[in-house]
């Protein structure tokens, strides 16, 4: 796993206890009430539990770090090895999740916005920026028009996602400018999977950066099945081959004639998981998206039994894969064959990098002096498969000999960030629901 020379560890000033304590007894009140509504028993007993858990997490990290310092030193040697980071963030979630907020209705750009995105978007490196096609965030603009940042909202955060899209020099201002928008609509400012060239802008805008995970990005102009540590990837495809599975590449102006085939793959893909579709920092299955990119597919019998979409940049440089969907149970090398063909064809195409996404949580490290987060996220990376497939994520994508890249997410300096990261979960999740689901 590559290192990285740019890391950040901000720690945040304490909130005097003086000014928190309404805050706890209006939680507590409202919570109660929520558990007067004819709930059983073992939901009020684990939801007291939550909220015994939840409440100094977000409101006192002082009083949290006093009290995982002590932890540490009086009962293990090595922090990765409790558990107690798990419980603090499935009691977070729990007792946020007792407390209604009011719905409120979901913002949309405008055509003419989105439309003015991609034309900055076209001259610009990042391909996962591709996502603003989805309509499904709004839109800040820089003063000179040049960037953009987008953004959702969700509870009492203003997200934003990726970078800053536009020249380098516009982030900070473009950045302070986001900012500064949440704070007038009296939302949290938070930055969602930055990267490392983001962390100058978070120590001007005073913001604390924690690292998200990994983004795995293979250079295609040394990517080659050639040698001996290639040899059990290379079996793999050969026997997708032999045993009958194609691969094509389509263009966008090709995809509608199989449009309907991608649909039930998605569709049934989607059933055998058990999952809703996602969003946010994740694409969807719909038409005027998936339309709008070249498709990469595998056919068994003529028959696709698997696809993915490829967003691309205009100047040929960077390709990301966002939608991965496939037929279950059809062969064990099907998403092997898919990604080494579309790596081979982008390189033949004069693409440098293909971005295959993030790894949540993956690389944390865990020393004395990691923050707190690092430890609640290992807890939760090696031991929370009940809720997402981490270390599976990182293996698959690591047999491609990827370049690991940090991302992070930014928040203001006040507290423990739990409540951020509760809505942006519930903004990719599409709600409770979703969250919940596998």
Not at 239 to 266: H, K, M, N, Q, Y
Not at 384 to 394: A, I, L, P, T
Request: aromatic letters at 8%; one cysteine or more.
């Amino acid at each position: 796993m590559a290192q990285f020379a740019v890391e950040a560890e901000i720690s945040a000033p304490a909130v005097p206890a003086a000014r928190t304590t309404p805050v706890y007894v209006s939680l507590l009140t409202a919570s109660l009430r929520a558990l007067a509504r004819s709930r059983p028993v073992s939901a009020v007993l684990l939801a007291l539990l939550s909220l015994a858990t939840a409440v100094p997490l977000f409101f006192e990290e002082s009083l949290l770090e006093i009290a995982w310092r002590f932890w540490l030193s009086r009962h293990i040697a090595d922090p990765a090895e409790s558990t107690l980071g798990v419980t603090m963030m499935i009691g977070a979630i729990a007792s946020r999740g007792l407390v209604r907020l009011p719905r409120r209705r979901v913002e949309q750009p405008s055509a003419e916005d989105v439309a003015r995105a991609i034309e900055i978007l076209a001259s610009q490196p990042n391909a996962s920026a591709g996502l603003v096609r989805l309509g499904d965030k709004k839109l800040l603009f820089s003063d000179c028009g040049q960037a953009f940042i987008m953004y959702a909202r969700r509870g009492r955060s203003m997200v934003a996602l990726f970078d800053p899209v536009g020249p380098k020099a516009l982030w900070a201002p473009l950045a302070l400018k986001f900012i500064a928008e949440a704070k007038s609509r009296r939302c949290r400012p938070v930055f969602y999977q930055v990267s490392a060239d983001f962390l100058p802008v978070t120590v001007e805008a005073r913001l604390n950066a924690l690292k998200l995970g990994e983004q795995a990005v293979v250079d295609l102009s040394r990517f080659s099945l050639a040698g001996g540590d290639w040899l059990k990837l290379r079996r793999s495809i050969n026997r997708a081959e032999r045993d009958g599975l194609e691969f094509e590449l389509l263009a966008p102006a090709d995809v509608p004639a199989v449009f309907d085939e991608l649909s039930a793959v998605s569709d049934a893909w989607l059933s055998a998981h058990k999952a809703g579709e996602k969003g946010f920092s994740l694409g969807t299955f719909k038409p005027h998206y998936v339309l709008s990119e070249p498709v990469a597919v595998i056919r068994l019998e003529g028959r696709i039994v698997a696809f993915a979409n490829i967003l691309t940049t205009a100047s040929g440089g960077d390709a990301f894969i966002d939608l991965m969907r496939h037929l279950p149970g059809v062969h064990r090398g099907m998403m092997d064959l898919l990604f080494v063909r579309i790596m081979e064809h982008l390189k033949a195409e004069g693409f440098r990098s293909l971005n295959l996404g993030m790894a949540p949580l993956a690389g944390l490290s865990t020393h004395k002096r990691a923050p707190i987060w690092n430890h609640v996220g290992r807890q939760l990376y090696e031991n929370g498969e009940r809720f997402y497939n981490f270390r599976g994520v990182h293996a698959f994508k690591s047999k491609f000999d990827p370049d690991w890249q940090p991302r992070y997410l930014a928040v203001a300096r006040a507290g423990f960030p739990i409540a951020s990261l509760v809505d942006v979960t519930m903004l990719i999740g599409g709600g409770l629901k979703g969250v919940l689901r596998r």
